[in-house]
């Protein structure tokens, strides 16, 4: 199963609904790749408000 990326916090998830924001408003249509690997020592992590380690997509059309 592809990845998708959730609209509200653009978490990239294979399930059909996203585990963080508990909403199902996931899209195909996405562009980039950030991997989190330490939210509080990330500058672009802060800039984001990502507060959790994973794989975002930087834009979710």
């Given at each position: 199963?592809?990845?998708?990326a ?8 294979r ?7 508990k909403?199902s ?26 507060k ?10």
């Amino acid at each position: 199963m592809r990845e998708r990326a959730c609209r509200t916090c653009k978490l990239l998830v294979r399930d059909q609904m996203c585990p963080e924001c508990k909403t199902s408003s996931l899209s195909d249509d996405y562009g980039g790749l950030l991997v989190v690997f330490d939210p509080e020592g990330s500058q672009i992590a802060k800039k984001l408000n990502i507060k959790k380690k994973g794989r975002y997509a930087l834009k979710v059309r």
